[in-house]
């Protein structure tokens, strides 16, 4: 039998997952491997790769795709667990002056004038281009200048090399990024507050062990590094 627990997890858990990985292995036993770092898109995706079977002992993504995922079997619903909560951040280039997103209102003259927009193929994504600029009423203007940023690539790579000017993703995976800076929370009145959960695959080899760790990172002793990446931990 494999002595590899392979991990698939969304980007906006990457950084807390790295971070943790060696208590990980120390609690497995085993040595961890991180098939993607990204919900991804087409057959790299992380749906198309579980659905082909590919081994996933254990999963971390927004729990609202996680819950898809159980009832297409494609994860087990016992130990499913939140690990913590995410929101979606703006940066731009480092140097550049800083966006005004302060109120609503400043954020909707923000995109208005930004010469481009970038955007990822995750949660906030979507967020972004089917309901959030919808609601600021500027769709159809900014949606044009928009660029989708896909394949587990960062959004905040393409703004520290300049192609793009303003860009939003979820803070903790634009934190670890060089190059940017001014990363901000949206606003309240229009942040999208997002659950990330952890489950065993129904592909596992080592369910036992993945439940181990999905135990040790829902817990108190894994919060401090979870809110060091940008994250709420669910724990206290």
Request: charged share 20%.
């Amino acid at each position: 039998m494999s002595k590899e627990l392979r991990v698939m997890t969304s980007g906006a858990f990457t950084a807390a997952h790295l971070r943790l990985l060696p208590a990980v292995e120390r609690i497995t036993g085993l040595k961890v491997v991180t098939v993607t770092t990204s919900i991804g898109t087409g057959d790299t995706s992380i749906p198309n790769r579980l659905k082909r079977g590919e081994v996933a002992d254990l999963v971390i993504c927004d729990d609202t795709i996680m819950q898809g995922f159980i009832r297409d079997g494609l994860a087990r619903a016992e130990g499913r667990a939140p690990l913590g909560r995410s929101v979606i951040g703006v940066a731009v280039r480092a140097g550049a002056p800083a966006p005004d997103i302060g109120t609503v209102d400043a954020l909707r003259d923000t995109l208005l004038r930004a010469a481009s927009i970038g955007y990822s193929a995750s949660v906030s994504g979507r967020y972004l281009t089917t309901e959030l600029f919808r609601r600021l009423g500027i769709h159809d203007e900014v949606m044009p200048k928009c660029q989708f940023v896909g394949n587990g690539q960062r959004v905040g790579t393409f703004i520290a090399n300049g192609e793009i000017e303003i860009g939003f993703q979820q803070v903790s995976e634009l934190l670890p990024i060089e190059g940017i800076a001014h990363i901000t929370p949206l606003p309240d009145e229009v942040q999208l507050f997002t659950t990330f959960s952890a489950a065993v695959g129904m592909s596992a080899v080592h369910p036992e062990a993945a439940a181990r760790a999905i135990g040790f990172l829902a817990s108190a002793e894994a919060a401090d590094d979870i809110r060091a990446t940008g994250l709420e931990p669910a724990a206290r």
